[in-house]
């Protein structure tokens, strides 16, 4: 079985770029969500994609984008980077809607640096 | 409105058992869990708890629930050194059609000899 892997592990941009963070989630599991967690605190809920469609969102701006693919795997994509955007960014996948108990299985995450 | 507190921090003795506790804030979430996130890693689901229960116990994991004060702790017995981590509370919520987590600010234990 293999887990949720995210790419890339690790990345500087500059206030203004775009970043796009990949996903690939845990075999048989067709949700995933992303959480933005910045240093010293803890995830906050970006979006979450059940088959291939945004399935609820947080407090975050426009900017902030995701995609599913048919695979399941996800992007999450920030436009117009700020520096407050600096954070580990963690991809999460789940069995299903259905049956949720709130186990999530995380990636190692995508520690994204603006300067 | 949904919030989950938890201290930040947390020194025990190895050996010794520790507790760490949450508040929150959402009557109406489900299940409430602890996480644990060691460094560099993400996090990891340690156990759950049903909401119309009182008390659950894995292992060296014993976790409370006082729904009446909105009270979630999480008891490890015989602490290690391999429990050095940051301990996530968390409660589920529903965003429109979306069941997500809400997670603390996390309590960082750290293990002394």
Not at chain 1, 10 to 25: A, D, E, N
Not at chain 2, 20 to 47: F, H, M, R, V
Not at chain 2, 87 to 102: M, R
Request: hydrophobic letters at 30%.
């Amino acid at each position: 079985e293999t887990g949720v892997t995210q790419s890339p592990t690790h990345l500087i941009k500059t206030r203004g770029q775009q970043v796009t963070l990949r996903c690939s989630s845990q075999s048989g599991h067709n949700t995933v969500s992303w959480y933005q967690q910045a240093l010293g605190q803890g995830p906050q809920f970006i979006f979450q994609y059940y088959r291939e469609e945004e399935n609820g969102r947080g407090n975050f701006p426009p900017r902030f984008s995701g995609l599913q693919f048919p695979n399941y795997s996800s992007e999450l994509n920030v436009n117009a980077l700020e520096l407050d955007d600096s954070a580990l960014y963690l991809c999460a996948s789940s069995p299903g809607l259905a049956d949720f108990t709130g186990e999530l299985f995380f990636g190692e995450g995508s520690r994204l640096t603006v300067l | 409105g949904e919030d989950v507190e938890q201290s930040l921090f947390l020194s025990v003795r190895e050996g010794d058992s520790s507790v760490i506790n949450c508040t929150y804030t959402d009557s109406s979430s489900t299940y409430l869990y602890w996480y644990k996130q060691e460094p560099g890693a993400g996090l990891q689901l340690l156990t759950y708890i049903f909401s119309n229960m009182d008390m659950k116990q894995d292992q060296r994991l014993t976790v409370l629930l006082n729904k009446k004060d909105k009270h979630l702790s999480l008891r490890i017995a015989d602490t290690q050194t391999g429990d050095s981590a940051i301990y996530f509370c968390a409660e589920s919520a529903k965003y429109s059609s979306a069941s997500k987590i809400i997670f603390g600010s996390g309590t960082r234990l750290s293990i002394r000899p």
